[in-house]
């Protein structure tokens, strides 16, 4: 097997701690299809697909089973207020590729406002940036292009909840750069057709089947947008 230089190559079930398919998550056919046959990953992996599809339980668990913060940070996060994730964290194993890094980083745009407080409340040794004092999008750019660094797990929920076009965009460009870097890996759930186009990466698309790969040109939620686009009226008249 050749070496890989990103921190996971796949996702199992855990065989001492099997998940009862007839239980939520493991109801969902994304989450039953990893469990049942495993899940290989790439440097850059993405997942799309409608709302309830099973794209962000599976996002959030291969964050917590590598050991990051469910509501946000790195490995050494220690935020929480009201838990809600699923327990499919504790059904995944993560394989790792031998000697790749430990590092990493979880951002999700429905947290990050108690979580800006607790970076504010627990400042890094070279001090912090002042989140509350800037919009939603502003904080978390800065939050990622000052936390996305180096080699790392970088594994984000809806990132584009809090960003405009040209913050997607700017989002883009850090990732671009991170694995153009190599040693690191980028894990992302999305609506976002701009972010979806992150170059090189594999493309999921989630729903009743389970997990297909797509191309980006045949995604629906890009030749929808530019349907839209094209012609607004057509689907305002149907509303």
Sequence with gaps: MP????????????????????????SLAPVAQVLDQGLDLTPATILVGENGSGK??????????YGLSAEGGSTGARHTTRSTESKLSYHL???????????????????????????????????????????????FLELAVDRFRGDGLWVLDEPESALSFQGCLTLLTVLKDLLAAGHSQVIMSTHSP???????????????????????????????MRSFL??????????
Excluded: C, K
């Excluded at 070496?3 to 493991?26: F, K």
């Design 3 to 26: 070496l890989r230089d990103y921190p996971i190559r796949r996702l199992t079930e855990d065989p001492s701690n099997v998940l009862d398919r007839g239980q939520w998550p493991a």
């Design 56 to 65: 962000s339980t599976l996002v959030e668990a291969i964050a917590l089973a």
């Design 93 to 139: 194993h993560l394989v790792r590729n031998a000697g790749t890094t430990r590092r990493g980083y979880f951002l999700r745009a429905e947290t990050m406002h108690g979580f800006f407080t607790y970076l504010e409340e627990n400042p890094s040794r070279t001090g912090d940036i002042p989140f509350h004092d800037m919009s939603h999008g502003e904080s």
């Design 194 to 224: 701009v972010l979806a186009a992150l170059p090189g990466a594999e493309i999921l698309e989630a729903g009743p089947w389970g997990l297909r790969p797509r191309a980006w040109e045949d995604l629906d939620m890009v030749t929808n």
């Design 230 to 239: 094209e012609s607004p009226e057509r689907y305002l008249r149907h509303l």
